[in-house]
């Protein structure tokens, strides 16, 4: 069975067949051909995968993300980060990599984030001498922080087919977040300081209280989604619908940036990305389920075991294995195919499943950003007008910096873990 799963996954892949397709194909062939169970039990599979309340949270997350990116919530974020960091040489960078950290803490989207920040950093950036390239390739790799900053639907993904909790998934991602972010911002100043990049950002008093004054509704939504989490005051699935009433009060009454015609474009859209995500997930759920009922976790526990007998050898394998993972396949289909699979692996190495999700998600995250199939790098495209090849090329110094915070949260797990164990020990 268990190279008849394998053969059938990787030829159907080939052939670019849709990730759900394949999962179906492939459990209801293994059950047809290598089980007495009947095939009435595959329907009952992905009903019961999608009998969960944490996936109402995800349609909720991509609706109000999709809001905000329609709206003009990032905009004013922008107008903020120029406001705290845009007079120090290479400020206008870095007010880039804020904003893109502060949007994708709201909506959890990396596309979204490179969308919503790129449309008006990419221009300005290059409009004040920062170079094309160093400006294109900045906001898509710091825009792939929307999965890593919470609350983030990758990490939802996760817990769901891991069985650990979202809330300490969501605690976890702050401090990687904030590494990278960091690493990028240092980065750009370096280069600020090699090509002389200087500011000309300058703001009276009156008009700075202007900005945070009425920036103050978009930055106030992390507050109120995480804050309402850990204080316990709604679960994952509530914060989602409450980012989503709240995107529309701002957008509609205060920012009064969104209509009637802007909201049913913003609703086609959600609907149709929701239901082919869950489509997937629920697909996903049924080949898990097949996967467990056979052992093949223990099975790869064992041979895993067998042949790495260091903890940290096994981890530098799995993140290598997960780079070349994430340029052919889409994050959905890495978390919810992989993770069950290491399972076993990751408990017999006592390997923190929080940790390793972190180290999942970092992974993956390349994947929208590796040439040639990366998302990030088809918004970006078009954003900018430029060519795939030109886009890859502007990405790939940032692709290296990242690889460095990759080994730093690999070998220094807590940082990961270290607000999960304070704070929902």
Not at 80 to 104: D, E, K, W
Not at 142 to 159: E, R
Not at 252 to 277: C, G, H, Q, T
Not at 300 to 314: E, S, V
Request: hydrophobic share 60%; proline share 4%; with cysteine.
């Amino acid at each position: 069975m268990f190279t008849f799963i394998a053969v059938l996954f990787v030829v159907l892949l080939l052939l670019s067949t849709p990730i759900a397709i394949i999962l179906l194909a492939v459990t209801g062939g293994a059950l047809h051909f290598f089980s007495h169970i009947p095939l009435q039990a595959l329907p009952q599979q992905l009903f019961s995968g999608m009998d969960n309340f944490i996936l109402l949270a995800i349609p909720f997350f991509i609706l109000a993300g999709n809001i905000m990116a329609a709206g003009s919530i990032s905009k004013h974020l922008v107008e903020t980060m120029r406001l705290v960091v845009g007079r120090i040489p290479g400020g206008m960078a870095v007010a880039a990599i804020l904003a893109c950290l502060f949007f994708a803490a709201i909506s959890g989207s990396s596309p979204a984030t490179v969308i919503a920040i790129g449309s008006i950093m990419i221009p300005a950036l290059i409009k004040h001498g920062y170079g094309e390239n160093f400006s294109t390739g900045l906001i898509t790799s710091a825009g792939s922080l929307g999965i890593l900053v919470p609350p983030s639907i990758p990490m939802i993904l996760y817990a769901l087919v891991m069985n650990v909790s979202v809330g300490k998934m969501f605690l976890a991602g702050i401090m990687p977040g904030i590494l990278i972010g960091g690493i990028l911002v240092f980065y750009s100043l370096v280069m600020a300081q090699k090509h002389h990049w200087k500011s000309t950002e300058s703001y009276t008093w009156k008009e700075a209280f202007q900005v945070i004054k009425t920036s103050s509704w978009g930055i106030a939504m992390p507050v109120i989604v995480l804050g309402g989490i850990y204080a316990g005051l709604f679960t994952p699935t509530e914060a989602a619908a409450v980012s989503v009433v709240y995107a529309l009060l701002v957008e509609f009454f205060i920012y009064k940036d969104m209509n009637l015609e802007k909201l049913n474009r913003v609703l086609k859209e959600s609907v149709i990305l929701s239901s082919a995500l869950l489509f997937i997930i629920s697909c996903a759920m049924a080949f898990i389920w097949l996967l467990t009922r056979e052992q093949l976790p223990v099975a790869a526990a064992d041979f895993l075991t067998t042949h790495i007998h260091n903890k940290y050898l096994f981890l530098l394998l799995i993140n290598i294995f997960l780079l070349l993972v994430g340029a052919v396949m889409d994050i959905v289909s890495a978390i919810v195919v992989i993770s069950p699979i290491l399972l076993v692996a990751l408990e017999k190495f006592e390997i923190d499943l929080i940790h390793y999700g972190i180290i999942m998600i970092v992974n993956v995250e390349f994947g929208f950003l590796t040439f040639p199939f990366g998302l990030n790098l088809f918004v970006a495209m078009g954003i900018t007008g430029k060519s795939l090849t030109q886009i890859g090329k502007a990405v790939l110094p940032f692709l290296i910096l990242m690889l460095l915070g990759l080994f730093i949260l690999t070998y220094i797990p807590v940082i990961s873990t270290f607000l999960p164990d304070l704070l929902m020990s």
